[in-house]
């Protein structure tokens, strides 16, 4: 039998957690950065095929500029709507 007292495993130091929690931090920071690029990517494509002629944002484009006043009061009208639905 040993007489010898087991010891633990040394424990990191303040600046070695810091460390650690930074590097942490910094992963997830880029994986959410990757995540969010890839969105602001699809979202950009998906905008740029509804401008093309003949589909619906270029439709929408070409009513608020022969009629502003009206589309902005269709728009009041519709964000009233919305918001009493709530």
């Known amino acids: 039998?040993?007489?010898?007292?087991?010891?633990?495993?040394?424990?990191?130091?303040?600046?070695?957690?810091?460390?650690?929690?930074a590097t942490d931090v910094s992963q997830t920071i880029g994986e959410v950065v990757g995540g969010l690029r890839?969105?602001?990517?699809?979202?950009?494509?998906?905008?740029?095929?509804?401008?093309?002629?003949?589909?619906?944002l270029s439709t929408v484009a070409a009513i608020t500029r022969e009629a502003p006043l009206a589309s902005l009061f269709v728009a009041f009208l519709?964000?009233?709507?919305?918001?009493?639905?709530?």
């Open 1 to 21: 039998m040993s007489t010898e007292i087991p010891q633990s495993p040394t424990q990191p130091d303040m600046a070695e957690r810091a460390i650690d929690a």
């Open 38 to 56: 890839a969105g602001v990517d699809r979202l950009t494509s998906v905008i740029d095929e509804a401008r093309k002629p003949g589909k619906p």
């Open 78 to 86: 519709f964000g009233v709507a919305v918001a009493r639905r709530r």
